[in-house]
Structure formats: C-alpha cells, structure tokens
T-cell receptor, first 108, second 116 residues
C-alpha cells in the first residue's frame, strides 16, 4: 500500500496537554499535508510542508518532515476540547494518498 | 464565501438503484476530486478531473462514474449501488494538481450514502 501509516491510531489526552501524531510513508513526495476531520464532516486543511522543508509552524501546530526517514509528525500544543477530531496526513507525489488517520480525543 | 457544496448531505437508495451525488464549487479551481470514505477509514480517491481531463484510479470499480459538465460542477454516478458502497462521499477541489504548494485541497461536507 502506498498509504501513509499513522500512529497512534487513537490518542486521548487532557486539555492543555500536547498531542503528537506521526505519519510514515514509502514513496518520494513533493509535499505532505495534514488535515483535520470532525466526526461526520469534510476534511479541513491544516498545514502543508514541502519536501525541502524540515519544520513548519502555524499557530499551535508544529509539523516536522524527515524525508530521509520518510516520516512526519504533527504536534498540537496546549490542546483544547475543540481539537477533538481525526487527523490525517496526506502525501503528494506522483499520486495523492491519505494516511490511515489518528483519532484524537481531548478531555476537558 | 467561496466554498465547496455537496448535495444532498444524506442520500438513501435501494440496492441496484442508480444514484447521483453532486458537488459544486465557487473557488474556480481546476481540479475536482471524489473520495469514498468508509467508517473509521481514510478517504480513498476514486477519480479526479484536471480541468476536463478525467483521471480514474486503477482500483475504482466500473460501477462508479463521474461527469464534469463545467468548471463549477462535478457529479458522481453510482450505476448499481451495492451494500458495500454505503459510505461518506467527499468532494474536494484544488487550484492545481501538479504537486506544488497549490495542492491544498478544499473539501465539501460530504454526502452520506445509505444503501437499503
């Protein structure tokens, strides 16, 4: 499968804690994106990191990319209950694939 | 506001009865995508249009067809829905599918299809 593999599959944390989720992939990519999906809804784009970038920030989000290890991580700092959602990495190379997703629950 | 709209939000059909899902966009994006997402799974790309050029994924069943009559609209036709086709169907757009920074996809809210 050319899908990205994400871990953990599910993560439950207390409000205010940081959440880290990881994405590993197999093929070369042009960019890697992270999306959020609230239950039963469409996906919302969070951040895009290009293959020649190593780290990117957007508000409480921090994304790293290690192309030598074919892996990326998404860090959400100071989590809030509203961050409860599924998070998917998406890989853009010759084709476009979503990762398997991490279900994040933030407990108030 | 510019957006991606999907109608209907919920669709119920009978086994074998053709159904059409619609997607429209006000973003004037070149690329439109259709995804199938089953419960607790990642969205799976079915096909996409780059302008008028249709690109089918290799493992998309023939039962699924698509039409894009103009830039704004794209339709997903399921010719003979089976029970296994019950899923959320997501439409997305992007300015350009060429692998650059404009590949961000903008998703509609989805249509949840139930097959009885």
């Amino acid at each position: 499968s050319q899908q990205g593999e994400e871990d953990p599959q599910a993560l439950s944390i207390q409000e205010g804690e940081n959440a880290t989720m990881n994405c590993s992939y197999k093929t070369s990519i042009n960019n890697l994106q992270w999306y959020r999906q609230n239950s039963g809804r469409g996906l919302v784009h969070l951040i895009l990191i290009r293959s020649n970038e190593r780290e990117k920030h957007s508000g409480r989000l921090r994304v790293t990319l290690d192309t030598s290890k074919k892996s990326s991580s998404l860090l959400i700092t100071a989590s809030r209950a509203a961050d409860t959602a599924s998070y998917f990495c998406a890989l853009q190379g010759n084709q476009f694939y979503f990762g398997t997703g991490t279900s994040l629950t933030v407990i108030p | 506001d510019a957006m991606v709209i999907q109608n209907p939000r919920y669709q119920v059909t009978q086994f074998g009865k053709p159904v059409t899902l619609s997607c429209s966009q006000t973003l004037n994006h070149n690329v439109m995508y259709w995804y199938q997402q089953k419960s607790s799974q990642a969205p799976k790309l079915l096909f996409h249009y780059y302008d008028k050029d249709f690109n089918n994924e290799a493992d998309t069943p023939d039962n699924f067809q698509s039409r894009r009559p103009n830039t704004s609209f794209c339709f997903l036709d399921i010719r003979s829905p089976g029970l296994g086709d019950a899923a959320m169907y997501l439409c997305a757009t992007s300015p350009d599918g060429a692998g650059g920074s404009t590949d961000t996809q903008y998703f509609g809210p989805g249509t949840r299809l139930t097959v009885l």
